[in-house]
């Protein structure tokens, strides 16, 4: 059955034998899937209204360690438990895996069972919820950027990521040729997503080799977010089901360019497009320029909802797609936002900065937040920028490294009025946690550069 099941179509497909397993998932920190496998049985019984996790799901890095500096919880609290509330709105097959389906969690207190505000599903209903007090309902599309290599995860890892070959030889921007050799992959990762209900558009080469883009149709934040981490989780699935590696590291090579993850947004009001005025230049309205407004004076600030690693700064570098300033053009792919477009009822703002590592919740609850306060403020937008932006010399930086972007977010008096000290406080010791860990490596480019010359 395609698409989205009701709790009812579950119990009619557990008792037919076609589903035995339910997956009860959380998205933590980075963007992840993490939960319990359950028998079908036993969450058509109790597990449907609740189950628990630990809390420390929300204070772990990438490699799952647990640092200190937490208020949410730490040793000396005991790691404790979260509630899982499965939202039975989100129930999907899982169609790459046989007999499963999927249901999404919000993250509840044990006591309270108030939702923990730190939790990524959490962080976006609440900046969701401001644009609708204002009238608006907020839709978004997310492109995904990947690279394909050869050869399985497991066997990339144990020659220590030396020696990656792409799946393909050369650029494959739109070239059909090209990806057709990686159909094997490509047709099951678009196939599956469609009958899981992530109404998939399209996938096509991206500018360098094996690199993919997949891309999914607009729909709401919340909606836009929850088809962005279950079609992450599908490509490295399914590419490793295929006995490849699929990988959103934005920079995995000094000579290649990265791979981003694109935002697109507009607010909508009564059924049409919030962002239109046809009687303007280029089809803006005055809440979309006082929106982009917002998101350039405040770019910044949310910078480490866009680019949440070391890793991630890497990317943005001149002449390779990959913005480093933050002005806005028109159909413009230079610039840190795009005008998309323009002149038409489609017209809607591109954020370029995100790479393909950030978590969807996250990026789009401060993009949101941002558009808000540039309305509430009345900001004016400065005229658009044009020519190759990355020449510019009187137009900001995005910051250049995760050091500059966390100390920029610990300051944003905007965010943490947006989310709360608490949700800021949170998201900035993770950023200073993996950059602390970046500092006690040693990479190979100082043992290649140090060992015999130092």
Known sequence: MPGCMTFDDLKSQVEAGAVDTVLACIVDMQGRLMGKRFTASHFLASAWEETHCCNYLLATDIEMATPEGYATTSWSKGYGDYVMKPDLGTIRPLPWLEGTVMVLCDLLDHHTHEEIPQSPRSILKAQVARAEALGF????????????????????????????????????????????????????????LVTAGIPVENSKGEAEAGQEELNIRYDSALNTAEYHTIAK?????????????????????????????HVHQSLWSGGSNAFHDPNDKLGMSETMKAYMAGQLKYAAE??????????????????????????????????????????????????????????????????????????????DLAPPVTGDVYDATDIPDIPTTLRDATEVLRGSAMLRAALGDAVVDHYVRGAEWEQEEFERAVTDWELKRGFERA
């Open 137 to 192: 309902t907020p839709f978004c599309a997310t492109e995904l950027e990947f690279f394909l290599f050869e050869g399985t995860l497991k066997e990339n890892a144990a020659r220590g990521y030396a020696g990656l070959k792409t799946i393909s030889d050369y650029n494959e921007d739109y070239h059909i040729f090209q990806t057709s050799k990686e159909e094997a992959v490509m047709r099951p990762i678009r196939n599956h």
């Open 302 to 379: 949310l910078t480490v909802f866009l680019a949440p690693y070391v890793n991630s700064y890497k990317r943005f570098a001149k002449g390779t797609f990959a913005p480093t300033k933050i002005g806005w053009s028109v159909d413009n792919r230079t610039a840190g936002f795009r005008l998309c477009g323009d002149g038409t009822k489609a017209v809607r703002v591109e954020c370029r900065i995100g790479g393909s590592d950030l978590n969807p919740y996250l990026a789009i609850a401060a993009l949101l937040a941002a558009g808000i306060a540039g309305i509430e403020e009345g900001l």
């Open 233 to 261: 989780h599908a490509v490295k699935e399914i590419a490793w089901q295929q006995g490849v590696s699929a990988s959103f590291l934005p920079k995995w090579s000094a000579d290649k360019v990265g791979s981003s993850s």
